[in-house]
C-alpha cells in the first residue's frame, strides 16, 4: 500500500503530508501533526467529537479519507482565534456560558456551531438544536451550549 | 483503523466502469458516510475504491426546457438543500435535504450514494418514490433508465449491475395541480416512520395520489391502496377520506420491529405520518 504525497492546508498552513489511502484525516491530524484537538469518540461518524472543517463545511475526520484532504482547506480548533489572536467568539462564549463539563466533545462541537454560523447568519433555537443534533454530549450540557450559540448570535448583531 | 486498500481517482464515467470490471474486490466510493463506517465496523471490506468525486459529469443539478431537473448522482445533501431550481420545482426535496442525518453528512453524502447503499430508513428515497424520479445508470452494456421502485431492492440492495454506475437522479416538471410533500418522525438520526406525498388537485378535485411510506418496512413502497382511498375526492372533503386512509398507508408493505418502536407502533405512525403529508401537500396548493 502507497502512501500518496498530497499538498493541504490546515488552519491557514500548507503542509506536504505522506498518507496512506487508508488513513483518516483525524489520525493524520492527530499522529502525524499533533493537532489533538479533534477527539475519536465514537469512531463512525455518529457523535461528532472529530468534527474539522472541510472549505468551511464540518466533517466527521474519523470517516473522512486524509487524501481528502488534498488541495482542501482544513479547519480544526487549533486553527481559531479573534481578529485580535485571543479566543475566538465562540470558544469565548462557551467559556462565558459554561458550555461543557467533562470536556470531550467540546472541540467537535465548537467546530459545528462555526459551521451554523458560516450557514445561518442569526439561526434560530430550533435550527441551533436541528443543526447541533448530531454532536453527542454526554454530560447534558446542550441548553448552555444553545445559550452560547445565541449568544454569539446577539453579540455579532450588536457589533453590527 | 479501516483495513488497508488502494484508492483509484477515474475522472470519466466510463474509466470508473472499466476500473470497476477489472479490479476484484472493488467498491465505489464518494462521500464514505456509509462505506467507510462499514468498512470501519468491519461489516465489509474492500480491495480497491474507486473515488467518484473527481468525475465532474457526477456533479452538479441542471433544469431542461421541459422543466425536469437532473441531479447528477454525486451532488451533495447540502448543494440539494441550497439549490434554487430544487426549491422552486420541488421544495419538498430541499426541505428533506436539511435534516437528512447531520451536517457532516450532508456536507459530504451525496444523493446518489444514499440511494445505493439502500439503507431502508433513506429519507430521499420515499420522497423520491412518490415523486415518481427516474434513476439513469451508466456502464458497459450502456445506458438504462429505471423507476426507484424498480431500483430499490432491499436492505442494502440495489439494481446495479457489475460495472454499473448510478449517475443521475431525473426528477419530472410539476404538473398543473400537483404538490409534493415529506413528514417523518425522527426518534434517533434516521427517521422510525416517514411518508411522501404527491398530490394532483384539478377544480377542487384530488385527481391522483402518490403516497410512498418509508423506514417502516425492509424497502420503501407505494401505498397503493391508501392514495386510492383520497383519489377522486374533493378538497373539502379530505380530511375525513384521510380517516379512510391513514390506517391503509401502514398495511402497503410488512412492517419490522426495531429497538424504541415496535411494528405496531410504526404502523400506526405511517397513518398519522400520511396525513400531516396530506395535508402539507394540499396547503402548498396556491
Known sequence: MTRRLIETTINGRSHELAVKPNHTLLETLRDQLQLTGAVEGCGVGVCGSCTVLVDGGPVSSCLTLASNAEGREITTIEGLQAADGGLDPVQQAFLEQQAFQCGFCTTGMIMAVKGLLSTYQSPTEAEIRDYLSGNLCRCGTYSAVIAAVQSVVAQVHSDA | MIRPFELHRPTTIAEASGLLMTLPESALYRGGTELLQVMKLGLARFAHLIDLKRIPALHGITTDEAGSIRIAAGTVHHEIERSTAVRAAWPALAELERH????????IGSIGGNLCFAEPHSDPAALLLAADARLELEGAAGRRTIAVDDFILGPLESDVAPGELLTAIVLPAP???????????????RPTASVACRLTVLHGVVVEVRLAVGAIGVRPVLATVASAALTGVPVTDLEEAIRVASPLV????????????????RRHLAGVLAGRAVRAATELMA
Open chain 2, 100 to 107: 437528512v442525518a447531520n451536517p457532516r453528512v450532508r456536507s
Open chain 2, 175 to 189: 404538473a398543473a395541480g400537483m404538490t409534493l410533500a415529506y413528514r417523518r418522525l425522527a426518534l434517533a438520526e
Open chain 2, 250 to 265: 401502514g398495511q402497503a408493505c410488512e412492517v419490522v420491529d426495531e429497538p424504541g418502536a415496535s411494528a405496531e407502533y
